[in-house]
């Protein structure tokens, strides 16, 4: 528990703020994670008052389902901290009642939940209103630019008037305690650590696939499409932590530093090859759990005739370093998919010699681990059948591990909670450095650029399938598949 914190929330009658923010700090105050002392304004350019925003947070709250049982005792209290600040983000001379609502030797914690283009004007009126101080930190939401050299411009702007120190950078996958758990899976492990390389790994898959659409943000949607939703930050960042070097300690620059080696070390796709390494995929109607649904091109809010925006992307990355020499990751990611799975498949090497001939093909270890949803992890072994008639014929069983555990914390908590304590504390080690953000758009960047350049279209798959039949050739073509349960 933190004290003399205070947090301030930009954007306070947003999505965001409303689904994620306002559960996660109710959910803290309940777990007695906040200090006694912590104060929360929520800002917006809304002219109500505090009393009219603790009743909407209230009944908020009330229908949000992850809060469960409704408990009275810790409302009072989380009440008692809320206030509202009236301020339109554009006009500087507003920012002076927050100046007021701020409190000497206090630290302020800004949360800007709002639009990337506000993030340089906001950090520059708070500066010019007197409210940042050495100790003042910020929260920023992806998307932090659309290429290196936009990003580089938001990180600039923010960088004037905050140090690296006091920047913390979202990535809600960071603040998924499935996520976290990769590491403590990787490191506190000897027996899987010693064999985390391409002398035992023989490839490596990445998938998060959604079953929704792009929920009614088309406009914007369609000028960013799933590389930038989901590859740039989601997915590389799930790369880092399953791939990335052992840090000499758990401490936020040693993990942060590693993960720089690693998206440094990512090899470049480039226009000669980006046929064979990357798919781009636009989903046409189908079906989902039963229920039709529309393609991409008939969503709420298209005003287009056509688009070669991707829904989906499939990769092929090598890793260019000692440990992953020869071993390809394939990352997949889509919209309006089959099932909403997040998961990490690590492939083993087969033997090099098979004594078992009926177990030849399906003979490889895999170590799946599933994120999100039914978290958890399962080692798909061979062993001997159980059987007097047979000699020794061998099946494929699973051993199954889940991370939910009845005897910790009886919910797994979402990863904002996580991510707003951390910010509390003061501990950058799930938030992601200027460096990161730059080493991963300059590999996304030169991919896109590959795209244009040879005028890659996208393949079309029905919503509700896995993705185009071209992201099964990407790994067939390598005498792989996808791993699908
Ligand atoms: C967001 C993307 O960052 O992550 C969304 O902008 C995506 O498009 C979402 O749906 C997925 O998050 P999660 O936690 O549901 O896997």
Redesign the pocket.
């Known amino acids: 528990m933190s004290n003399n914190i205070d947090l301030v929330v930009f954007g306070a009658r947003g999505d965001l703020a409303r689904r994620k923010l306002f559960p996660a700090l109710y959910q803290l105050d309940r777990a007695g994670l906040l200090s006694d002392s912590t104060r929360i304004a929520g800002v917006a350019r809304e002219a109500i008052d505090s009393a009219a925003f603790i009743q909407q947070i209230e009944s908020l709250l009330k229908d949000t389902p992850e809060i469960g049982e409704w408990d009275e005792k810790v409302w009072a209290k989380f009440s008692r901290r809320l206030h509202y600040i009236k301020i339109d983000f554009s006009q500087k001379k507003e920012f002076a009642v927050l100046n007021q609502w701020i409190v000497n030797r206090r630290t302020v914690i800004y949360y800007l939940a709002t639009p990337p283009s506000l993030f340089g004007p906001i950090c520059k009126h708070l500066n010019d209103a007197d409210c940042v101080d050495k100790t003042s930190r910020i929260v920023l939401e992806?998307p932090i630019g659309h290429d290196l050299e936009s990003s580089e411009q938001v990180n600039g702007d923010v960088g004037k008037y905050f140090s690296e120190r006091n920047i913390y950078r979202i990535d809600?996958y960071l603040g998924k305690e499935t996520v976290q758990n990769l590491l403590a899976l990787r490191f506190a492990n000897r027996m899987i650590n010693s064999q985390w390389d391409n002398s035992c790994i023989d490839h490596v898959q990445i998938t998060?696939a959604?079953t929704?659409g792009i929920e009614g943000r088309w406009t914007y949607y369609d000028k960013v499409g799933q590389l930038r939703?989901?590859v740039q930050n989601?997915l590389l960042q799930l790369l880092c932590m399953v791939a990335m070097e052992p840090p000499s300690s758990l401490q936020a620059d040693e993990i942060r530093g590693e993960k720089v080696k690693l998206l440094r070390a990512l090899r470049p796709i480039d226009e000669d090859r980006v046929e064979e390494y990357a798919v781009r995929g636009q989903y046409s109607a189908g079906w989902i759990s039963g229920s039709p649904v529309v393609g991409y091109m008939q969503e709420e809010g298209c005003e287009s005739d056509s688009s070669n925006n991707e829904t989906y992307v499939a990769l092929k990355v090598h890793i260019d370093n000692w440990r992953w020499a020869g071993v390809p990751f394939y990352l997949r990611t889509g919209k309006r998919m089959q099932d909403k799975v997040?998961q990490v498949v690590i492939v083993y090497k087969d033997n090099p010699h098979s004594l078992f001939p009926e177990t030849d093909g399906e003979a490889n270890n895999k170590l799946v681990i599933r994120l999100?949803p039914n978290e958890g992890i399962q080692l798909e072994m061979v062993s001997k059948k159980q059987s007097l008639k047979e000699r020794l014929s061998t099946e494929k069983r699973t051993l199954n591990l889940d991370f939910f555990d009845s005897s910790g914390d009886s919910r797994i908590a979402d990863a904002y909670e996580r991510l707003l304590l951390e910010v509390m504390k003061g501990d950058q080690w799930l938030f992601v450095s200027r460096d990161e953000i730059d080493a991963s758009w300059r590999w996304c960047d030169r991919l896109l650029a590959s795209w244009r350049g040879k005028k890659i279209p996208t393949k079309s798959y029905s919503a509700g399938s896995w993705g185009p039949s071209k992201a099964e050739i990407l790994i067939e073509n390598d005498g792989r598949s996808w791993y699908e349960e």
Do not use: G, R
């Open positions: 992806k809600h998060a959604e929704v939703d989901m989601h997040t999100q």
